[in-house]
């Protein structure tokens, strides 16, 4: 089994930062992606970004040139560094893998850590 544990998540003023960490453990033999998504009260769940192993990196049109994904493929952590927050920013903040524990691939997600942007 895989596990993902967030962290970092907190109440920051606008135009602050707050760098979330996800740190994957377990039985893994591959982490062929490694993302995180992010879901407001009565909304959908929506891509942040996300880091794949051979397609580089992408992100949601909202947080370009202000988040930054990065990956310790050594720790198996995955972090967001997210700068110059705005309020629509505030949100539950998923950590998702695709990793190969077993036979084949799977989707893991971590339970979430709550980020407030306000002042």
């Known amino acids: 089994q895989v596990q993902l544990v967030e962290s970092g998540g907190g109440l920051v003023q606008p135009g602050g930062s707050l760098r979330l960490s996800c740190a994957a453990s377990g039985n893994i033999v591959t982490i062929y992606v490694m993302g995180w998504y992010r879901q407001a009260p009565g909304k959908q769940r929506e891509l942040v970004a996300q880091?794949?192993?051979?397609?580089?990196?992408n992100y949601a049109d909202s947080v370009k040139g202000r988040f930054t994904i990065s990956r310790d493929n050594a720790e198996n952590t995955v972090y967001l560094q997210m700068n110059s927050l705005k309020s629509e920013d505030t949100s539950v903040y998923y950590c998702?893998?695709?990793?190969?524990?077993?036979?084949?691939?799977?989707?893991?997600w971590g339970q979430g850590t709550p980020v407030t942007v306000s002042s």
């Open positions: 880091i794949a192993s051979r397609a580089g990196t």
């Open positions: 998702r893998g695709v990793i190969k524990s077993g036979p084949a691939p799977a989707e893991y």
